[in-house]
């Protein structure tokens, strides 16, 4: 009986040694790639963002292919992304994604439409010159801030 006890007992101890670290929840995954697709929003907002505060040199091209990228990033499928139960009140090391988001939804479909027209809006700026490119900018911004002002926890 002791030695059965034993046994048993080795064997958990090697399960739980082998699971990865990543086990801690099973919305891990859901979230890094939501966090990927923003980082994504950023790094190609930057480059349009820099052309317009003139710290690069503006270019069409470029500011057209950053525009054509948000535009086919913003149109992501996210349901997988956004899985209930993966929000800053239930997860809050691994999220900034208020509860809300879920809880009020769907505003935060409301946000993400708004976002889409801006996309479009600068998709149709960015290639016309410096000046159509800054008209489009505080409008592209606020795409982005009106959805964090509502739905994401400030950095702690
Ligand atoms: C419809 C809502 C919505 C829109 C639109 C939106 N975001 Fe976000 N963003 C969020 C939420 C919610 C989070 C928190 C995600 C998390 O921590 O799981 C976030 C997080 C981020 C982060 C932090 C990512 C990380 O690695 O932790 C960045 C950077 C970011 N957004 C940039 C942008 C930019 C730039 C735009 C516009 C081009 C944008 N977002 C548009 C909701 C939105």
């Given at each position: ?5 034993i ?5 958990l101890?090697f399960?739980f ?5 990543s086990?801690?929840?099973p919305?891990?995954?859901?979230i ?14 930057g480059i ?7 710290k690069?040199?503006?270019n ?21 992304m956004?899985?209930a ?6 997860l ?6 208020k509860?809300?988001?879920?809880t009020?939804?769907?505003a935060?479909v409301?946000?993400?439409?708004a976002?889409?027209?801006?996309v479009?809006a600068?998709?149709?700026?960015a ?6 490119l ?12 009106g959805?964090?002002k509502?739905f ?5």
């Amino acid at each position: 009986m002791t030695r059965m006890r034993i046994v048993v007992g080795s064997v958990l101890l090697f399960a739980f040694s082998v699971l990865p670290t990543s086990a801690q929840s099973p919305h891990e995954g859901a979230i890094k790639a939501r966090k990927a697709q923003m980082q994504l929003y950023a790094w190609n907002l930057g480059i349009l963002g820099d052309m317009a505060k003139e710290k690069t040199e503006y270019n069409a091209d470029a500011a057209k292919a950053a525009a054509a990228s948000l535009s086919a990033l913003a149109r992501l499928d996210g349901s997988s992304m956004w899985p209930a139960g993966s929000d800053s009140t239930a997860l809050p090391d691994l999220t900034r994604a208020k509860a809300e988001s879920w809880t009020t939804y769907p505003a935060v479909v409301e946000k993400q439409k708004a976002f889409l027209a801006a996309v479009d809006a600068m998709n149709e700026a960015a290639g016309g010159g410096l000046d159509s490119l800054k008209g489009q900018m505080k409008a592209m911004a606020d795409g982005c801030g009106g959805c964090h002002k509502d739905f994401r926890e400030e950095k702690k």
